[in-house]
Every structure is written in C-alpha cells, then in structure tokens.
C-alpha cells in the first residue's frame, strides 16, 4: 500500500458553487470522494489537502516528503500560472506527480496555456472534469506497481 497526495489550489474549495459550466457541479469533497475510492480499490491510501495559500501549499509539499508519501496529484488552480515556488518545492522533493486540471485550460484565455509544472510532471490532465482525478489515481497507481516491479 502506498500513500497518494491529492492536492488542490485556490478556489477549488469553492467546486459546486464557482462556474458549474467549466468546473461541473460536483463539490472538492465529493471529488475527493470518488477518487479516495479509486485509490482504495487499488490497494492504496489517498491523503488530501487544499489551500488557497500558496506557502500553505509549499509546506505541504514538503511535508509529503518526510510523511511515506509516494506519489502526488496536483492540481495547482491559478498557481498553474503563477507559482515559481510551488514549482521549486515540487523539484526538491523529487516526488513523481500527475498535474490536473479540470477544465480544458488550452480552450481557454491565452494566460491559462503556460504551466510551471506540465514540462516536471509525469503526466498531465486537462478538461475531464472529476474524472481527471480518478483517472490520475490509476495513472499513479499503475507507475507505483512498474516501480514495485508488479
């Protein structure tokens, strides 16, 4: 069994309730939910965390890599765009990750088209709503099990 990081950016906290035409009308929790499930169904345990703060973010980064974390899931929100830091705790903590983004962020404002993270990530998510994260617990799972030679 490993430990998944499922962690979420700005304003994700508001799922449900901000832009259902792009976002979906699903909560965070109950995406969490969904994909705690997935990550469960294949022998693993999924921790989450959320903030709307970069630093908060950063140090959770760190953290995960003292706390048996294994593989990460990250959909940064706006930082996607913005966060030097956020990307720099990435790389010093050397942890594999799959970047998520639930909308189509290339069909939408140039500005959303640059990622700090998609050229570090293992892979990347875009426009499949709360499936992308399901999809990315299965991703992470199955590089886990080449890594453990199964």
Do not use: C, W
């Not at 693993?44 to 593989?71: I, M, Y």
Request: proline share 3%; charged share 20%.
């Amino acid at each position: 069994m490993a430990r998944l990081l499922l962690l979420n950016g700005p304003n994700l906290n508001l799922l449900g309730q901000r832009e259902p035409e792009t976002y979906g009308a699903a909560t965070l929790e109950a995406l969490v939910a969904r994909a705690r499930a997935t990550a469960t169904a294949a022998g693993h345990e999924l921790a989450d965390f959320q903030s709307n703060a970069e630093h908060e973010l950063v140090e959770r980064v760190h953290a995960a890599r003292k706390d048996g974390t294994a593989f990460l899931i990250v959909n940064p929100g706006a930082f996607t765009h913005t966060s030097i830091a956020l990307r720099d705790a990435l790389l010093a903590v050397a942890l594999p990750f799959i970047e998520v983004h639930l909308s189509n962020v290339f069909a939408r404002e140039t500005f959303r088209h640059h990622s700090y993270f998609t050229d570090i990530a293992v892979g990347a998510i875009f426009g499949l709503g709360g499936a992308g994260y399901e999809l990315a617990v299965r991703a992470a799972a199955e590089r886990l099990a080449v890594r453990a030679g199964r």
